[in-house]
């Protein structure tokens, strides 16, 4: 079992920074691909960026590459996820999950996922 807490959102304006955090619980966690979805209002849930169980291979969607980087600490039980250059259209509450299976590549897919954070919300103004 592995139980998710993000911190880190807020509001920022265009072009500002943020950095969420995802403390992990569970003997689990650093045997597990883990990743961030987001959700902005009236849009479905989608895939932002996903890191490997060792944390050597990272992904991320088309829309926040270059701008979002993904870390792990697994000897502290943490995710980040650094988001730079932000965009209004960034606006969404923000998920991180962990893999449903052990010793992974990142996966980017929602279905892979077996357990997940509350959310955090990030909003960007223009």
Same mark, same amino acid.
């Given at each position: 079992? @592995?139980?998710?807490?993000?911190?880190? #959102? *807020?509001?920022?304006?265009?072009?500002? /920074?943020?950095?969420?955090?995802?403390?992990? =619980?569970?003997?689990?966690?650093?045997?597990?691909?883990?990743?961030?979805?987001?959700?902005?209002?009236?849009?479905?849930?989608?895939? @932002?960026?996903?890191?490997?169980?060792? #944390? *050597?291979?990272?992904?991320?969607?088309? /829309?926040?590459?270059?701008?979002?980087?993904? =870390?792990?600490?697994?000897?502290?039980?943490?995710?980040?996820?650094?988001?730079?250059?932000?965009?209004?259209?960034?606006?969404?509450?923000?998920?991180?999950?962990?893999?449903?299976?052990?010793?992974?590549?990142?996966?980017?897919?929602?279905?892979?996922?077996?357990?997940?954070?509350?959310?955090?919300?990030?909003?960007?103004?223009?």
């Amino acid at each position: 079992q @592995v139980q998710l807490v993000e911190s880190g #959102g *807020g509001m920022v304006q265009a072009g500002g /920074s943020l950095r969420l955090s995802c403390a992990a =619980s569970g003997r689990t966690f650093s045997w597990r691909a883990m990743g961030w979805f987001r959700q902005a209002p009236g849009k479905e849930r989608e895939f @932002v960026a996903s890191i490997n169980w060792l #944390g *050597g291979r990272t992904y991320f969607a088309d /829309s926040v590459k270059g701008r979002f980087t993904i =870390s792990r600490d697994n000897a502290k039980n943490t995710v980040l996820l650094e988001m730079n250059s932000l965009k209004p259209e960034d606006t969404a509450v923000y998920s991180c999950a962990a893999d449903k299976d052990y010793y992974r590549d990142f996966q980017t897919t929602a279905d892979e996922y077996a357990y997940w954070g509350q959310g955090t919300q990030v909003t960007v103004s223009s």
